[in-house]
């Protein structure tokens, strides 16, 4: 692993964007390949065994890139596979839930806290035992929401659709006077005005992308892998199906288009 290596990251699909756009933002010298599994995903409503399986592939993927560490953005990648990548490959590799939860428990002051996330995300409890460990004394309350990913990867942000099914989805979180609500999906940041208009302006909402780009500063730092300076940095962007859907959306998720889409095959 060199300084000058890339950060690889990997997501299901698009929204690990979301990190991308903090690793530019707070990590501006270092470059940045993002490989996206476009052609499997979701994976918030799929097996352990293959969420498991298809993250050890797209690791395989990034470290063909050089990379010296490896996000992986993707909330249900993390909670399932995030431990076997450790054992598996001899490099820094980083998840998203850890970094939530420590804005989460740092925020909240009556102590409930909610959580919102794919149906794997939700039933592995990843989110609850990170919280227990972190403050064994906050409710949870936590949700599956499996309509949002498609809602968003159609890009209805706004549409009453999408109001309907947040009201519907949150009237849990909502009822148990959480004060503090992860989202603990890669999708959900970009749903955050509805899901604010829901919840009201009480309630604070975690999106981990800022916390998870501080997170990995602090780990380049940690390994001496950090590349400071004034290198102009190269961003990558590989996804394993057509690019012309990821490219439309791109922008909505990292705020510019994206021109250069690769796709590769994964095995
Ligand atoms: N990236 C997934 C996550 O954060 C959401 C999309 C999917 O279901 O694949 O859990």
């Not at 560490?69 to 450790?86: D, E, R």
């Not at 039933?123 to 609850?128: A, G, I, K």
């Not at 199906?241 to 990292?254: C, G, I, Y």
Request: charged share 25%.
């Amino acid at each position: 692993m060199s300084k000058e290596g890339p950060i690889g990251v990997f997501d299901s699909g698009l929204g690990g964007l979301t990190v991308v756009k903090a690793l530019i933002r707070h990590l501006p010298s270092e470059d940045v390949v993002y490989f996206g599994d476009t052609a499997r995903v979701p994976y918030g409503t799929k097996s352990p065994e293959s969420i498991i399986r298809f993250s050890k592939e797209n690791a395989q993927v990034l470290l063909k890139h050089r990379v010296k560490m490896i996000v992986v953005a993707c909330n249900s990648s993390s909670s399932y596979a995030l431990p076997l990548l450790k054992k598996s490959f001899d490099l820094p590799i980083l998840g998203v839930i850890a970094p939530g939860v420590r804005k989460a428990v740092a925020t909240t002051k009556n102590k409930v806290v909610g959580i919102i996330a794919t149906p794997a995300t939700i039933n592995s409890r990843s989110y609850h035992q990170e919280i227990a460990q972190q403050d064994s004394s906050i409710r949870i309350i936590s949700q599956a929401c499996p309509l949002f990913v498609p809602l968003v990867e159609e890009g209805w942000f706004h549409k009453p659709v999408t109001l309907s099914v947040a009201e519907e989805y949150l009237r849990v979180i909502q009822k148990s006077k959480a004060d503090t609500l992860i989202l603990g999906c890669t999708h959900y940041p970009l749903l955050k005005a509805t899901l604010q208009k829901v919840m009201g302006q009480g309630v604070e909402l975690i999106d981990s992308a800022r916390e998870v780009a501080l997170e990995v500063k602090k780990v380049l730092e940690e390994y001496g892998l950090a590349r400071g300076g004034s290198h102009r940095a190269k961003y990558k962007f590989l996804i394993s199906d057509e690019p012309a859907h990821f490219q439309r959306l791109a922008k909505r998720f990292l705020g510019y288009d994206i021109k250069d889409v690769k796709k590769v095959l994964v095995k």
